[in-house]
């Protein structure tokens, strides 16, 4: 299989996960019950698509600390992703903190993830 492939799809998926959010956000609450479930679905698919590139990196390298740092941080992103999201489900209405969490964590989250396989594709050479 083209080396590739999953990196990119991967990347197709995270878009997607943006692209339905911000489409998510537009309707307003009450969200509409389809886009909401595209959005989780799509969005823990990029997560676990994106664990199991960079899992598969991972082997390929004896990974120094700055790559197992940014790995940590990549994870405890999407942690924050996820659980702000959550959040913003609930039928009562959440503090302005979670909502800009939830806006400001997919750009670092995918920064983190960019950096992360850059740092294992440093370290190969
Ligand atoms: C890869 C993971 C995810 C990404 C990249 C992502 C991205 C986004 C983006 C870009 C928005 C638009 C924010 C804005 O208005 O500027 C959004 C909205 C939203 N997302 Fe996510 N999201 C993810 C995961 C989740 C999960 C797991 C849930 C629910 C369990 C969720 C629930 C929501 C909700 C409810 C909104 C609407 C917020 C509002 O307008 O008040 N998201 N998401």
Redesign the pocket.
Known sequence: MNIMLKPAGTGFL?LL??G???W??SQ??P?HTAV?TV??L???A??VAAFIVVRGLFKTVDPSTAVIAMAVITGLL?VA??V???L??LDSPVSDII?TI??V??TL?LVAVVATIYLIGKSNH
Do not use: E
Request: proline share 3%.
């Open positions: 995270f996960a943006i339905t959010g911000f998510l956000s307003g609450k969200f909401l959005h989780k799509v969005a823990l990029s997560a999407m992703l996820f702000s999201g959550a913003l489900t909502a939830h806006k964590t997919p989250t």
